[in-house]
T-cell receptor
Framework: GAVVSQHPSRVICKSGTSVKIECRSL??????MFWYRQFPKQSLMLMAT?????????EQGVEKDKFLINHASLTLSTLTVTSAHPEDSSFYIC?????????????FGEGSRLTVL | GQNIDQPTEMTATEGAIVQINCTYQ??????LFWYQQHAGEAPTFLSY??LDGLEEKGRFSSFLSRSKGYSYLLLKELQMKDSASYLC??????????WGAGTKLIIKP
């Protein structure tokens, strides 16, 4: 089946540093990928839609200069949290749809737990 | 506005049956998903309904009534490993996925 892989699964960094998270579609090409954030005991919150070859579309309230998204190929999107602060600590999850499947089902990466000290 | 409502938490007994309800109000409808999410993990797909009726898949079934803006996820023969959050999500007319807050299901022996 379709698989989306995310790396790293866990990262701890110091306040003020930048962290890059990678999201790969392993057996299909994804022109669009979605980045979510989830705080403890809360639902998924869409941060941005990553579009291959063009700029990402950010949801209201999400700082595009802080959360840099690059979708340079049909199988890879990256999210960089710049100048991370403790309030950025969260579970970040990417997802993508397989265009070969008509259901529109979202396949999720494993998630990346970011802890900013 | 668009919203999806589902209970925050439910408790059930191992071996029993539980029904998790989801009601939605969205601008258009292009399908409803149920996902399972264990603590600290990413969601995994359970079911997809786009037409009215019941979809059965093993111990899990999902029902949809578009006229009522209503769905439920039915879990039979509950196992301890079913303890998780269950997320209802609806695709609207723009194919945007609207997420419910999730229902935390606690299974007791």
């Amino acid at each position: 089946g379709a698989v989306v892989s995310q790396h790293p699964s866990r990262v701890i960094c110091k306040s003020g540093t930048s962290v890059k998270i990678e999201c790969r579609s392993l057996d299909f090409q994804a022109t669009t990928m979605f980045w979510y954030r989830q705080f403890p005991k809360q639902s998924l919150m869409l941060m941005a839609t990553s579009n291959e070859g063009s700029k990402a579309t950010y949801e209201q309230g999400v700082e595009k200069d802080k959360f840099l998204i690059n979708h340079a190929s049909l199988t890879l999107s990256t999210l960089t949290v710049t100048s991370a602060h403790p309030e950025d600590s969260s579970f970040y999850i990417c997802s993508a749809r397989d265009p070969g499947r008509g259901s529109g089902e979202l396949f999720f990466g494993e998630g990346s737990r970011l802890t900013v000290l | 506005g668009q919203n999806i409502d589902q209970p925050t938490e439910m408790t059930a007994t191992e071996g029993a049956i539980v029904q998790i309800n989801c009601t939605y109000q969205t601008s258009g409808f292009n399908g409803l998903f149920w996902y399972q999410q264990h603590a600290g993990e990413a969601p995994t797909f359970l079911s997809y309904n786009v037409l009215d009726g019941l979809e059965e898949k093993g111990r899990f079934s999902s029902f949809l009534s578009r006229s009522k803006g209503y769905s439920y996820l039915l879990l039979k023969e509950l196992q301890m490993k079913d303890s998780a959050s269950y997320l209802c999500a609806v695709t609207d007319s723009n194919y945007q996925l609207i997420w419910g807050a999730g229902t935390k299901l606690i299974i007791k022996p």
